[in-house]
């Protein structure tokens, strides 16, 4: 008997011992693709950041590559206030709809909301500009009408767009982590006494902090990164952001701009790139840090 155990721990030790190699080689893949891309972004954008001054660059109100004018703070506030209502619009209406999803609602239900809301995250997203410009951007039209101002494409038109964009993503998200806490959390809660809500705000939603929280980071990257869709109803104006006004967003910078672009404007232009991924980065650490904070308190 103990020489047939050891023989299977034998057969399977050489198994083990590639896939852990394996699990290695893919690991330092990711890390080494993390890092060479932070490498290309920071020697492509940072000559530009330099050669224009980065107080021109990052606090300029006027981007004119004609007159030589590349200053993009318009773009990172249009980025900034977009994002930003994008995720406070969104959060609240994907954690409701992930605990109906896995506390409230039957099975049946719920696996087919969540059949649908998975499709609708693989939704091209110039089919959501499309649906954008067709169904907001008039709505939005009649508000800058009855207001006396000009009808144009608006940061309130591209803000609703990305809430329904990043929605899928934040509530599929959210189920899987809801889902991971262990059922004796709610019933340990029930039996103290908490009513069915206290139990879920109060004991499941903190214990599925960490993928919520995951879920957002994956939102904002959606919001702050999307192009196509934004391009078709934000108006794409360089001017500083107002809800109701065109604007242009980080990215859509780079992409209308990236075709005719050479030289120090298209320098600019990786300078841009720069800066979104350094949103990116500065948007993870940060909540990772909250995240590890809260727990700790906690």
């Not at 030790?13 to 590639?18: D, K, R, S, T």
């Not at 699990?23 to 993390?34: E, I, K, N």
């Not at 069915?196 to 903190?206: A, D, R, Y």
């Not at 242009?248 to 979104?276: D, F, K, N, P, Q």
Request: proline share 5%; net charge positive; with cysteine.
């Amino acid at each position: 008997m103990e020489t047939s155990i050891t023989r299977s721990r034998g057969s399977k030790a050489p198994i083990e011992a590639v896939m852990n190699c394996v699990f290695l080689v893919c690991g330092l893949t990711a890390v080494a693709s993390v890092v060479l891309i932070s490498i290309y972004m920071i020697a492509s954008g940072a000559p530009a950041v330099a050669k224009i001054g980065a107080p021109r660059f990052l606090a300029g109100q006027i981007w004119n590559p004609e007159s030589g004018k590349f200053g993009i703070l318009p773009l990172i506030l249009s980025s900034i206030t977009a994002t930003g209502l994008a995720i406070l619009i969104a959060l609240p209406v994907a954690i409701s709809v992930a605990v109906y999803l896995t506390h409230i609602a039957k099975e049946r239900t719920a696996n087919a909301i969540l059949f649908l809301i998975e499709l609708l995250a693989g939704i091209p997203s110039v089919v959501y500009g499309l649906l954008g410009a067709i169904l907001i951007a008039p709505i939005i039209f009649k508000i800058q009408t009855a207001l006396g101002l000009p009808m144009s494409g608006s940061l309130a038109s591209a803000s609703i767009v990305l809430v329904i964009m990043i929605l899928p993503t934040i509530i599929s998200v959210s189920v899987s982590s809801i889902n991971a806490v262990p059922k004796e959390y709610n019933d340990i809660s029930l039996a103290l006494g908490s009513s069915k809500m206290q139990s879920i705000v109060k004991v499941i939603l903190p214990a599925g902090k960490s993928g919520i929280v995951s879920g957002i980071v994956l939102g904002v990257g959606r919001a702050i990164g999307e192009t196509m869709a934004i391009m078709m109803v934000a108006g794409n104006a360089p001017i500083m952001p107002e809800l109701l006004k065109p604007a242009r967003l980080l990215t859509v910078g780079v992409s209308m701009e990236w075709a005719y672009s050479s030289g120090l404007h298209r320098e600019a232009l990786y300078g841009i790139g720069l800066v979104l991924f350094a949103f990116i980065m500065i948007i993870n650490v940060f909540l990772s840090f909250a995240l590890k904070n809260g727990g700790a308190k906690r």
